[in-house]
């Protein structure tokens, strides 16, 4: 009955990328318990960007070997056993989303000019306790992100690079937890944050839990959870092929489980009816750290999905292959339509940058539903022009700031004084902000035009390959109702570039400031009490003045923080890139290319 | 007894959690709800593996056992953070984010 257990062979270097990430993920636990508190950030970050680094050259180095050997033995991209799987296609989706990780964790190491990262000083004290106050002062720092990135990164690299449904369960499970936990961690708006991990968290469980009952389904039809497998070990599509599945006959089982599992997808990718928490999540979790979720995690739900639904649809019979693919056009209809109207009344920054998101999510399946290799080339361009906006734009945003005006300056505009706060979001405090900072205002209207799609940016040329991919698989139409989205769609990025550029900026922003304020006294923020401190250390008199101080406190302008290097760096090669692949696509769209020669 | 019955019961259990998820107020029962869900998909598991005759459903199921371990770490430190604050598990009361 047991059959005897025969070791897998393990190629250990093919696998090298997977182990240094999640190796260093490993290693960071180890460095947060023995490392002294002084050097621990910098040793932190020093070696989260190395492993990412070697990452990346691991990778090309792997690439050149499969793509070079064109097939030759020696080198399969079949790796322990079948459960890890790395096709071209898998390894170019594995490079873009560790590239992608790097220059978010950029963006993540980067304190600013204000001296303080976007993490709270430790997570678990209750927001305005008296110990949340002596963590503060005692300049705790919360270093845990850096692991947490690691083995989220390490999640999706696996995610995408399976042919087992388990495997892929687990995948699925290591990346989600580290972010449920990140979003919980902003130093400011921190029951926001809080709020943001407990929705994540509820509604990532509740499709994580569907996904494997899909799975269950499926194994119950097949008797594997293999989606393609070998001779030895058929996966469901080899056993469905031949017929000799256990239950064969018995369609709805898998019909049921195919479905369940594309709902764990989506959910992931933030596809409408399962977007609900992207705005959300999005708007409460650390700044950089949605920048880092945004990109990234889309990047690995889509290359899941497209491998689940490809290898599916071509292997079930037709007309069963055939409402799947309805059904993932109604859902990218409804995607696009929604990510674009709702986007376009939205009056936060995270917020349309969240709806934003979405609607990407629609483009990106309309070139899915295409199935087609022309299909799976334009969802890889599409991915790197997406995810460079993407954390290039989140990096603006955490250096767009608001500051205290300090008594007896209301001028404040142009003063260094005043408590550096959390970040500006409301779109009124970013009027005029081209006067203030004209190279990242050129740098965020960049990645504006770039994710609508304007011509001479990374997005035009995406949003191309992708329509072009759906006319290929027949679908002019879907292509025309994805043509009429993204119209929309500009109106919302247009709205943003005109008000940075064009609208003068109040002197004090009392609407916002107001509104703000009653967010912050609903929320109890640490930003109150940061300032508090600040303003206190400044005339110590006391409790007498208390009441004095708050309203001067509420007084915010908008500022604009320096970078510290890491921050500006990743938004210049983000916006390079998306300048650069919009004028000079060829190479990127030849590796593309390249990545789909060999999809089984 | 009939083996389809288990697959049947599964099924029930996993609706069961599901609505529960879907209905209840409080974060704690909404994620007993998904435990339950899980729980279900390891029943199915293990049935099809007696159906089927080998043991591959029986593994799965101690891998879904440790990923929901795992997520039960990962949830109850949120909702108990998010308690410790609020004095409040209901998800009704989590609703700073809008619009």
């Known amino acids: 009955m047991i059959p005897d257990f025969t070791a897998p062979l393990i190629d250990w270097a093919a696998l090298a990328p997977l182990l240094v990430v999640l190796g260093a993920g490993v290693v960071g636990v180890l460095v947060e318990a023995f490392v002294p508190d002084a050097v621990r950030r910098a040793t932190q970050i020093t070696l989260a960007l190395a492993a990412l680094a070697a990452t990346v050259v691991l990778i090309v180095l792997r690439w050149g070997l499969i793509v070079g050997s064109d097939g030759a033995p020696g080198v399969s991209d079949v790796l322990v056993g079948g459960t890890v799987m790395v096709t071209p296609f898998a390894l170019a989706l594995q490079g873009t989303i560790v590239v992608l990780a790097f220059l978010g964790a950029l963006v993540v190491a980067d304190r600013t000019s204000s001296g303080q990262d976007a993490f709270a000083p430790t997570a678990a004290a209750v927001p305005g306790t008296s110990y949340e106050d002596l963590a503060r002062r005692a300049g705790l720092q919360q270093t845990e992100v850096y692991p947490l990135l690691m083995f989220a990164t390490g999640g999706m690299m696996l995610f995408v690079a399976t042919d087992d449904l388990l495997m892929m369960f687990v995948a699925l499970e290591v990346l989600s937890l580290p972010l449920y936990v990140l979003c919980a961690t902003a130093r400011r708006r921190r029951l926001l944050s809080q709020e943001a991990a407990a929705k994540y968290f509820l509604l990532g469980a509740f499709a994580s839990a569907l996904f494997i009952f899909g799975v269950a389904l499926i194994y119950g039809f097949a008797g594997t959870v293999r989606l393609i497998g070998d001779e030895d070990k058929p996966g469901v599509i080899r056993r469905v092929l031949s017929g000799d599945a256990p239950l064969d006959g018995m369609t709805v089982l898998v019909v049921a489980g195919i479905l369940l599992v594309l709902v764990g997808l989506l959910f992931k990718l933030g596809a409408v009816p399962f977007h609900a928490w992207t705005p959300d999540v999005y708007a409460g979790a650390p700044t950089p750290i949605t920048g880092f979720m945004a990109a990234c995690t889309k990047v690995a739900a889509v290359g899941a999905l497209v491998k689940v639904l490809y290898t599916l649809v071509v292997g079930l019979p037709p007309e069963v292959g055939e409402q799947l693919r309805t059904v993932v056009i109604v859902v990218a209809i409804l995607t696009m339509a929604l990510g674009t109207v709702v986007g376009a009344v939205q009056t936060d920054i995270k917020r349309l940058l969240a709806y934003s998101s979405i609607a990407h999510a629609g483009f990106l399946l309309v070139a899915v539903a295409g199935i087609n290799l022309e299909s799976l080339r334009a969802v890889l361009f599409y991915m790197v022009a997406y995810g460079v906006a993407t954390v290039g734009a989140f990096g603006v945003v955490t250096l767009v700031r608001e500051r205290t005006v300090v008594p007896g300056r209301a001028d404040g505009a142009d003063g260094e004084d005043g408590v550096v706060l959390g970040e500006a979001t409301h779109l009124s405090q970013w009027a005029g902000l081209g006067r203030r900072a004209p190279w990242l205002t050129a740098a965020f209207a960049l990645f504006l035009l770039s994710m609508a799609g304007i011509p001479l940016t990374a997005g035009f040329v995406a949003k191309f390959g992708a329509f072009g991919a759906a006319v290929a698989g027949d679908l002019w139409w879907l292509a025309v109702v994805g043509v009429l989205a993204s119209v929309v769609a500009v109106f919302f990025y247009v709205r943003v570039i005109v008000l940075m550029m064009f609208t003068p900026p109040a002197e004090e922003q009392l609407l916002a400031g107001a509104e703000a304020r009653a967010q912050e006294a609903a929320t109890g923020t640490g930003d109150e009490a940061e300032a508090a401190e600040a303003s206190s250390g400044a005339e110590p008199a006391g409790g007498g003045v208390a009441t004095e101080t708050r309203t001067e406190v509420a007084r915010t302008v908008v500022t604009v923080v320096g970078s510290r290097g890491p921050a500006a760096v990743a938004i210049a090669v983000c916006a390079v890139a998306t300048l650069v692949l919009g004028v000079f696509p060829g190479p990127v769209l030849e590796l593309a290319g390249e990545a789909i020669k060999f999809v089984p | ?99």
């Open chain 2, 1 to 99: 007894m009939e083996i389809t019955n288990y697959a049947v019961l599964a099924c029930i259990l996993f609706a069961i959690g599901a609505t529960t998820v879907l209905l209840r107020r409080n974060a704690i029962v909404v994620f007993m709800g998904v435990e339950l869900m899980l729980n279900a998909t390891n029943l199915a598991f293990v049935t099809f593996a007696r159906v089927h005759g080998d043991v591959t459903g029986q593994v799965l199921a101690f891998f879904v056992m440790v990923v929901a371990a795992a997520e039960v770490v990962v949830g109850l430190a949120i909702i108990v953070t998010i308690f410790r604050t609020r004095r409040s598990a209901s998800v009704d009361d989590v609703n700073l984010l809008k619009g």
